[in-house]
Structure formats: structure tokens, C-alpha cells
């Protein structure tokens, strides 16, 4: 019986907390489409960014919880909570990156400790998807997933 009580609330906080991820996303994303003054990456970092995402869309096909996980940003995890709920949230609001048809990498802008990583993807059914990441450069210097919404893509695949 206890069970039965919690599950609705801890259905709620995933809810809620998702929520808030759609919203710092939304905000993440309009600075990607908003025209900015963006900084040449390395050819180094360019592929440290790409390698991160398709890391993570790795752990996705494997369904490993915890590594998908490790490769978002600590601000993000701390919102989200646990892997699990992290996995749940990409199934359920991002079908098309938890598994992917196929990707292809655009090329990676710059601002400073920031990146936005644009990946071209095709779902099951061959309907064409932009997905736009954000990442920032933790102080270990390594990328991690700040955010990442997903829009249709009314272009061609490149």
C-alpha cells in the first residue's frame, strides 16, 4: 500500500523535474538559433564534443542508465535526480535519440565554455530530426551535456 502512495508523487517530482529540463532547454535553444559571435573550436575539442554525444547515444542503444547519465552536466543530473528517471525522460520525451536511426554531426559552434553540437537524425519510420545539444567544458576540461532539445526537421538530411 505504501508503494501506491509514493509512486503518484514520485511520478509528480520526474514530471516536475523534467519540466524544468524542457524549460532550461527552451532557453538553451534559442540562444543556439540566435545569431551569436561564435569562437573557432580545435579540431581536438571539436571531436572531444562529438565523441561525448555519441557516447551517450551509445549508452542509450545499450540501455545503460548510469552511463547516459554520466555524460550529462552535473547541474542537469542534479535536477533530474537518478539515472533511472533520466533514462525514463528520454524514452518517453526524446524517442528519437534514445534510438536513433541514424545520425550525422554538424559542425560545432563555440562560445567560450559552451558549445552547441547540432546532430541530424532519422527515426525508425525515416522522418528527419535536429537535435541541438549543449554542452559546457567542465573544470577537468572535459564536455558534458548542458541540455538538448529535439525539433523536426523540415530539411534535407546533409
Not at 535553444?29 to 575539442?45: C, I, M, N, R, Y
Request: aromatic fraction near 10%; charged fraction near 20%; charge should be positive.
Amino acid at each position: 500500500m505504501t508503494h501506491l502512495v509514493h509512486r503518484p508523487f514520485h511520478q509528480r517530482l520526474i514530471h516536475q523535474r523534467a519540466l524544468q529540463l524542457v524549460f532550461s532547454v527552451f532557453f538553451a535553444v534559442l540562444q543556439a538559433f540566435v545569431p551569436a559571435h561564435a569562437e573557432a573550436l580545435s579540431v581536438k575539442d571539436e571531436q572531444a564534443v562529438q565523441t561525448v554525444v555519441q557516447s551517450q547515444l551509445a549508452a542509450f542503444a545499450k540501455d545503460d542508465a548510469d552511463k547516459a547519465f554520466s555524460y550529462a552536466a552535473p547541474e542537469l543530473r542534479k535536477n533530474i535526480g537518478s539515472s533511472s528517471a533520466f533514462m525514463a525522460m528520454v524514452k518517453n520525451s526524446y524517442p528519437v535519440v534514445y534510438r536513433p536511426a541514424s545520425v550525422a554531426f554538424l559542425k560545432p559552434e563555440s562560445s567560450g565554455d559552451d558549445v552547441i553540437q547540432r546532430v541530424q537524425m532519422l527515426d525508425a519510420s525515416g522522418a528527419s530530426w535536429l537535435a541541438v545539444y549543449s554542452l559546457q567544458r567542465q573544470k577537468d576540461k572535459t564536455w558534458r551535456i548542458s541540455g538538448c532539445a529535439v525539433v523536426e526537421n523540415k530539411g534535407r538530411m546533409a
